[in-house]
């Protein structure tokens, strides 16, 4: 389909995202507007220690108006390779440096709206190196057993979309790989 942008415009300069409202000419003839949130980009880590536990996060979100037991992540800085943000964000976060990440894959976060684009880590091998915590980041580690994971995603447990996307990308990696 092809679609052509008549207009653009920046409507907002945020601290975490801008937005971006573009007028298109539709292939027939149609004309639209999309109100877009434009992001660098993010990482989120499955970090597995050699007990089987995931590393996960409970912090308070105040968009969704509580706690949400996530998966370590954060936005890409200015140059930064995904690799190096995963790398930065494990020692953050769970105050551990991963000795292996691989890349999963990625996904767009809500294309209808945003161009951010998530890429996914395993992080095994995990060693003591903390970095300071963002300002203002709260956060209360949680390890869970790989096994019970399931249950908590089934129950209610875990209602974040990128962890349970990212749990589910591990799970398909380890079950291929090992």
Known sequence: MDYKV????RAFDGKAFNVRVDLLDGPAGTASRVDIVEHPG???LIPIDEQDRVWLVR???HPAGEELLELPAG?????ESAEACAARESRE???MAPGEL???GGTFLAPGYSTEFLHFFLARGLIPAP???DPGEVLQLEKIPWEKLWDLIANGGIRDAK?????????LWLENTE
């Open 163 to 171: 962890t349970i996307a990212g749990l589910t990308l591990a799970r």
């Open 131 to 133: 970095l300071p915590p």
């Open 102 to 104: 691989t890349h999963l």
């Open 42 to 44: 993010a990482i989120a």
């Open 59 to 61: 912090q308070y979100r």
């Open 93 to 95: 976060e769970i105050g």
């Open 6 to 9: 008549r207009e653009s415009r």
């Open 75 to 79: 936005t890409l800085e200015p140059g």
